[in-house]
Nanobody, 126 residues
Framework: QVQLVESGGGLVQAGGSLRLSCEASGRTFNRYNMGWFRQAPGKEREFVATIRWSGGSTYYADSVKGRFTISRDNAKNTVYLQMNSLKAEDTALYYC???????????????????WGQGTQVTVSS
């Protein structure tokens, strides 16, 4: 089992940047593909980005491509989401998630992820 704890959220002006972190418990972090999702008020949770267990492959939602970067440090059991050029529509509760399947194909559906953090709030003021 993996426990995930997100941090780094906050209030930022449009055009600004934030870096989210997600630290995982356990010694098998490098056996999980990791993902970031977000949920805005009144909306369903949506996929943001995913990174393969090795860190060698990433995949992004079209809405964040070119602005967000997902990365991981397996030695620190941590996955990151660097968010630049933030927009008001990026305001949401951001979750990290772990996927045991170790697939080569990027997975973007909630039901494909096995463990979830509690989320960290990102608010972008316009």
């Amino acid at each position: 089992q993996v426990q995930l704890v997100e941090s780094g959220g906050g209030l930022v002006q449009a055009g600004g940047s934030l870096r989210l972190s997600c630290e995982a418990s356990g010694r098998t972090f490098n056996r999980y593909n990791m993902g970031w999702f977000r949920q805005a008020p009144g909306k369903e949770r949506e996929f943001v980005a995913t990174i393969r267990w090795s860190g060698g492959s990433t995949y992004y939602a079209d809405s964040v491509k070119g602005r967000f970067t997902i990365s991981r440090d397996n030695a620190k059991n941590t996955v990151y989401l660097q968010m630049n050029s933030l927009k008001a529509e990026d305001t949401a509760l951001y979750y990290c998630a772990a996927d045991r399947a170790l697939t080569l194909v990027p997975r973007t559906l909630e039901r494909e992820y096995d463990y979830w953090g509690q989320g960290t709030q990102v608010t972008v003021s316009s």
